[in-house]
DNA sequence: CTCTCCGATTTTGTGCACAATCCGCAGGTC
DNA sequence: GACCTGCGGATTGTGCACAAAATCGGAGAG
């Protein structure tokens, strides 16, 4: 979970110049905001908190440590996260409209079990904006600048290095931090921060539908991807891609079963 | 601003069944449900107040009634919806994930003022978005069921019922609708809820960054894409759509002005 | 033996009060 | 005259306590 934390010291005068009239003491406002930032960070806890919990809460359920449909108590969490029962029930609202949570009323939080229609539709949501951005990529950034070259490749080493090494979690993980940086060298913060909730939903919608034993390794096609956006033809890159995001959707089982109890009577009529 | 609901009541057995290994008692489950769920919906206030409020100030900021950079003071507003101020704290929280307002620690919650790059980066995603919408409309519905025809027909009437009357507000929200309608159409729930963030970031740049005197009015434009959607040839309403989402855009001011007190100087200086 | 009802316990929801912070303003100082 | 420094008023942030609701267990009826 990568939040899109925006900088809020930068906001802060900003809205201060431009509110009021008053425009004339920007400089003295400057000065206060460049002191007190330290002095915010150095407490560190009041506001940091609760974008740590967000981001603790949110990579486990991307790893997949928490699954769909665990119940997520609030007293469980203040304790293990050593903060009040509000300030969680806050991480919980936040992460609930981001979906990766659903917050029953009455009842608490729960990791997001994503339906099948769900699944379907971030998938598609997410061909839709990372092909944008692949699009982007290749109209502006050609040849590739050597910076995101450089990343682009110390991602796919530490890639390939969880996968010889089998770390499973590290894997997606990074699968989905990839997507993510390409998302950011494109240039358009808007359109990234909306992929990382797709992202994350993506991990919610594998780790509900994912296939026993099916697993084509992203690292490969990760590769594959980059080395078509450095030296490919013109869209080969944006193929690669899309076949990529083809073949994790595939992955999945999301044929029929309307989800719940209905299959009970199926299952147990085989058996007779 | 139109709420992406989901259905609470069909998440809640889903959830009791799955969950726990015992699937066995969803018929006793389902039972409560349907019980409650008329229930829940006569007292109606609890949970339908957050929804109601966050409409009704987005509605409020969408119809520019709240311009970019108003100060939404916590109590005034639990006065005005005559709820706790706790209530509107967490609508607050609500609209601040989805850009809508601004939330500075310490100082409160603004409507939030778009910088030009955000703007931009809005118009950028919307089209992205838009574009993906266009193409299922016309790839899946082609020719146009009744339905969705008349539909759009209607809110073509309306709108332009309101250009007649030079009912500005209410052609902004309109607006806004016509493009929602289609997102509805375009059978992806997902994409239509982010499009639906993306054009209340709309409203609010245009209000932000609208230049004085220019307006075009987008009735018209509406019009000739729903006939080029109904009977144009393939492509002609992707064309119409993306040039009306460029003129809408180049409608606004966003050159230059890094925004605040910069050009002080500048427009002073002019006048020596 | 199964189903239903009902009370005890746990968990969530909400109002309230107090603490912390910030803005505006006055007074003093260089 | 400009700047720093406290101080008063107002607003936001947070912990706490209580109320409301749901789950879980057991007892009783069919």
Redesign the interface.
Known sequence: MHGQGAG?AF?????L???RGN??N?ARAIMKTVLSAPR?AVRGR??GAEARIVRSIGEAIADRRLPP???LAEESLAEVFGVSRERVR?VL??LA??RVV?L??N?GA?VA?PTAR?AR??F??RR??ER?VVEALERTARPLPDEMSAKLRAHLAREEEADRAGDRMALIRLSGQFHQLLADFAG????AG?LAD?IDRSSLAIAAFERRSSHSCSATEHRRFVEALESGPPGAAMRLMMEHLDAVERQLDLDARP???VD?KSVFAERT
Chains 1, 2 share one sequence.
């Open positions: 809020v906001v802060r005068w900003s809205v110049c431009t509110i425009t004339l920007s915010r009041g506001e449909g665990t119940k806050k609202l936040l409209q981001r659903t029953i009323p009842r729960f079990k769900e539709e971030v598609e949501a839709v904006i944008a358009n913060a808007t359109l909306i797709l989800d719940g109890a009970l």
